[in-house]
């Protein structure tokens, strides 16, 4: 129990979590969309995008630890990019439940020009074919963008707990 306390209160545990779990989600998002046949959306796709600017951000604080300013640099970047997911995430939930009837404009938003951009790149990784409204698989009740909106938030204060950090 006691090595336990001691890796949670390390000043790299929410380095390491961040990173490791922005990695969990990436992978597990692509295994479901294969396993389940599920198509992601562009918002599906802009989460994945943040998870992975999570990861390589908290890689960076791990990487300049020993430098204060870099560790609170990548805090802020971390922070800022779960903050963003809880953004996303909540949009495409508000989409889901209460939305549905969403109608697109004819004009493409930046974030749905970059999701195209790096679907045609890493189509993969980041190909966009589904609706944002449509919820396509939940499991206890909640959507995979109501589990996202849960996880970043988790995230979000764990960057935070490190943007706060003395040491």
């Given at each position: 129990?006691?090595?336990?306390?001691?890796?949670?209160?390390?000043?790299?545990?929410?380095?390491?979590?961040?990173?490791?779990?922005?990695?969990?989600?990436?992978?597990?998002?692509?295994?479901?969309?294969?396993?389940?046949?599920?198509?992601?959306?562009?918002?599906?796709?802009?989460?994945?995008?943040?998870?992975?600017?999570?990861?390589?951000?908290?890689?960076?604080?791990?990487?300049?630890?020993?430098?204060?300013?870099?560790?609170?640099?990548?805090?802020?970047?971390?922070?800022?990019?779960?903050?963003?997911?809880?953004?996303?995430?909540?949009?495409?939930?508000?989409?889901?439940?209460?939305?549905?009837?969403t109608v697109c404009s004819?004009?493409?938003?930046?974030?749905?020009?970059?999701?195209?951009?790096?679907?045609?790149?890493?189509?993969?990784?980041?190909?966009?074919?589904?609706?944002?409204?449509?919820?396509?698989?939940?499991?206890?009740?909640?959507?995979?963008?109501?589990?996202?909106?849960?996880?970043?938030?988790?995230?979000?204060?764990?960057?935070?707990?490190?943007?706060?950090?003395?040491?």
């Amino acid at each position: 129990m006691r090595q336990i306390n001691h890796l949670i209160l390390s000043p790299r545990f929410p380095f390491f979590t961040v990173l490791l779990v922005g990695v969990a989600m990436v992978v597990c998002g692509v295994i479901l969309a294969q396993l389940l046949r599920l198509a992601a959306c562009p918002l599906c796709i802009l989460q994945r995008m943040l998870y992975i600017v999570l990861a390589l951000s908290a890689g960076l604080g791990l990487l300049v630890f020993k430098y204060p300013a870099g560790r609170r640099l990548a805090a802020l970047l971390m922070t800022a990019s779960a903050a963003t997911g809880v953004f996303v995430a909540g949009y495409q939930t508000y989409i889901q439940r209460f939305a549905q009837d969403t109608v697109c404009s004819n004009q493409v938003a930046w974030w749905e020009a970059l999701v195209d951009w790096a679907g045609e790149i890493a189509p993969r990784l980041f190909y966009a074919s589904g609706l944002c409204s449509d919820p396509a698989w939940k499991f206890i009740g909640l959507s995979i963008a109501e589990w996202s909106m849960l996880a970043f938030s988790a995230l979000t204060l764990l960057s935070f707990r490190a943007l706060l950090r003395r040491e």
